[in-house]
């Protein structure tokens, strides 16, 4: 297993445009966990899930915001009709039930709303 | 809910030198606790992590961190900084189950020759 994977890395979109990004966690882990990061702060939770069951979101996961993982392997996160202010480091993370030891990061996926 | 402060912004540093990164927090219980580096444009990768035990912890990259209970501190050490250790540092705290860890805005290392 190569860690966690997201795409894509790198995303520009118009405003007003809907994107989707994937996340592909450490295959064993049955957490998986969605931050946003804007330059210069640290990573903001957005969501977690726990297998395919969505558990807890962020009041920051407004309604143009939706999250799923389907199946409880890999997740989605779509953000609709875009604005400026979207415009983020979305970083994916998973860990085991047990996360006391932290949790595995991606690269993220840069996103830029012109 | 579970806080995070990192009190310094930016820290610059001569190659050689000692450094510590300073890290407060807020939980009511015992928190689980963690630091982690990015480097530019990339995700985060753990350094070190503490929830029980000694409460001095040895991670990567020959840091270490003391958990400090009466101060509600948690702070990063290296004895001798290399110019690879540029980087952002982030401590967070999770809280019971660990389900949404919360981050500091961060520390930007900056090395000097």
């Known amino acids: 297993d190569t860690g966690v994977s997201q795409d894509p890395r790198h995303k520009i979109t118009k405003r007003g445009q809907n994107v989707t990004f994937r996340c592909d966690p450490i295959?064993?882990?049955?957490?998986l966990y969605w931050y946003r990061q804007t330059l210069g702060q640290g990573p903001e939770f957005l969501t977690y899930?726990?297998?395919?069951?969505?558990?807890?979101k962020s009041r920051l996961l407004s309604d143009r915001f939706s999250a799923e993982r389907p199946k409880g392997s890999f997740s989605t996160l779509e953000i609709q009709r875009t604005e400026q202010g979207d415009s983020a480091m979305y970083l994916c993370?998973?860990?085991?039930?047990?996360?006391?030891?932290?949790?595995?990061f991606g690269s993220g996926t840069r996103l830029t709303v012109v | 809910a579970q806080s995070v402060t990192q009190p310094d912004i930016h820290i610059t540093v001569s190659e050689g030198a000692s450094l510590e990164l300073r890290c407060n927090y807020s939980?009511?219980?015992?928190?689980?606790l963690f630091w982690y580096v990015q480097s530019p444009g990339q995700g985060l990768q753990l350094l070190l992590k503490?929830?029980?035990?000694?409460?001095l912890v040895q991670g990567i990259k020959g840091f270490e961190a003391e958990f400090k209970r009466s101060q509600s501190s948690f702070n990063l050490r290296k004895p001798s900084v290399h110019w690879s250790d540029a980087a952002e540092y982030f401590c967070?705290?999770?809280?019971?189950?660990?389900?949404?860890?919360?981050f500091g805005a961060g520390t930007r290392l900056t090395v000097k020759p």
């Open positions: 993370a998973s860990s085991p039930q047990t996360a006391r030891d932290g949790y595995t």
């Open positions: 295959s064993e882990h049955n957490r």
């Open positions: 899930f726990q297998n395919e069951a969505q558990l807890e």
């Open positions: 939980y009511g219980a015992t928190p689980y």
């Open positions: 503490y929830f029980s035990g000694d409460t």
């Open positions: 967070a705290v999770g809280a019971y189950n660990n389900n949404d860890m919360r």
